[in-house]
Structure formats: C-alpha cells, structure tokens
C-alpha cells in the first residue's frame, strides 16, 4: 500500500543548529513529494516540492530538501535553526491513488526549539 | 486572493447536534479537498470535487456526514448526530488544474464535541 513515513515524532535542536527531517515513501513510481509545516492550531503551510529535475529542491524559510530515488526518500534540511521554525512538519506525496490525485500525509514530525 | 478561507474556525458542540463548515477555496481552483486531521497524526483525505462533482469519498467519511461544492465555488461539509469521535481539526484544500500539483490549505476548522 501507498504510505509516507516520518520516523521521527518528535526532534529537539537548539537554536543555530542544523536540522534534517526524515521522509520515506512507498509509491509504485516517483510521486510529487511535498513537505507542509504546521504552527499550533493553523492550516498548512507549502515549504517547498519536488516534480522532477534537480534532486536538491529551494524552499521557503531558508529550507531545502534532497529526493533519493534509490531510498524512496525526500528528506527536509536546514543549515541553522531559528526559533520561529518550531513547528510540526509533514511530508506528503502527491499521486494518482484509485483515479484521483490526492495527497497522502506522514504523520508529522514535531520540531522544539532550544534557546 | 486571501488563500483558502474556512469558516468557523472554532466550533464546539454537543452530542448529537449538526454542525456545517464553510470553506471558500481560492477563486477559480477546480479541485477542492477536505481532509481531517486528529491530535498526533497527519491529514487524513475525506473527499474530493472536481468543479462540482463529488468525485471521491473515503471510507472515512461515513453517512453522516456529507459534502457540497454548488456551483463548482464554495464547499459545505455537514456532520449529523455528532459523536466525541468526530472531535478533530477539518481541513479543506483547493488547487487548479491544470497549473497546481501542490495543495493550497486553509486554517482549519476545529470542531470539539462533548
């Protein structure tokens, strides 16, 4: 069956540090990969996507993600944390699941923050 | 264009009582999702318009609750005879297509039911 997992519930960084998120997929093909944050109470928010192409894919806030064929994963990175990212991040993949295009979801991954 | 809006965003009821969401996507996004997300896990997908048409429900989604996209804009997801269990945060997603793979999310709707 088609899952995305997030390893990781809950990641505790301090601030200035780097950061990596982890995302594995179970897909027949490559999918459109997604990962979305979440602050307390809010809707989603886009940090960045991945079609196609280059595999190192720009995001906003400073974030940016590496597609791995071979390891069906698409990992979040950021070189030196703020306190403002403590969030909840999902990965998602975008596909084609019994005719419709939709999106299945990781579980989150909850980001704290250390002065 | 705001975003995606959903309406309310707090809403708490009673067992058993009818509770209606709003969600206003953004303007001319043909494709429009309501997912349903609850404490410690992802969005769960609930159901699926292409313009108006209903075209997918999960079996998540069960005979209470029901969905509509009149006239292809807005979009109303109704609960009947709610149950503690349909406590959870409702969130509806809009894109265009062609033009989007990724899903533009509104605020959320978090409904608690005591």
């Known amino acids: 069956a088609q899952s995305v997992t997030q390893p990781d519930i809950h990641i505790t960084v301090s601030e200035g540090a780097s950061l990596e998120l982890r995302c594995n997929y179970s897909?027949?093909?490559?999918?459109?990969l997604f990962w979305y944050v979440q602050s307390p109470g809010q809707g989603l928010q886009l940090l960045l996507k991945y079609f196609s192409g280059d595999t190192l894919v720009q995001g906003i806030k400073g974030f940016e993600a590496e597609f791995k064929r071979s390891q069906s994963s698409f990992n979040l990175r950021k070189p030196s944390v703020h306190w403002s990212d403590a969030a909840e991040y999902f990965c998602?993949?975008?596909?084609?699941?019994?005719?419709?295009?939709?999106?299945?979801f990781g579980t989150g991954t909850r980001l704290k923050v250390l002065a | 264009d705001t975003g995606v809006s959903q309406n309310p965003r707090h809403k708490i009821t009673k067992r058993g009582q009818n509770v209606t969401f709003r969600c206003d996507p953004i303007?001319?996004?043909?494709?429009l999702y309501w997912y349903r997300q609850t404490l410690g896990q992802g969005p769960e997908f609930l159901t699926y318009f292409q313009n108006e048409a209903q075209l997918e429900k999960s079996r998540l989604l069960s005979d209470r609750f029901s969905a509509e996209r009149p006239k292809g804009s807005f979009s109303t997801l109704e609960i009947q005879r709610t149950e503690q269990g349909d406590s959870a945060m409702y969130l509806c997603?809009?894109?265009?297509?062609?033009?989007?793979?990724?899903?533009?999310f509104g605020q959320g709707t978090r409904l608690t039911v005591v």
């Open positions: 303007s001319e996004h043909n494709r």
């Open positions: 997603a809009s894109r265009q297509d062609p033009g989007n793979t990724e899903a533009f």
């Open positions: 998602a993949v975008g596909a084609q699941y019994s005719g419709t295009y939709k999106y299945i």
């Open positions: 897909y027949g093909a490559t999918p459109y």
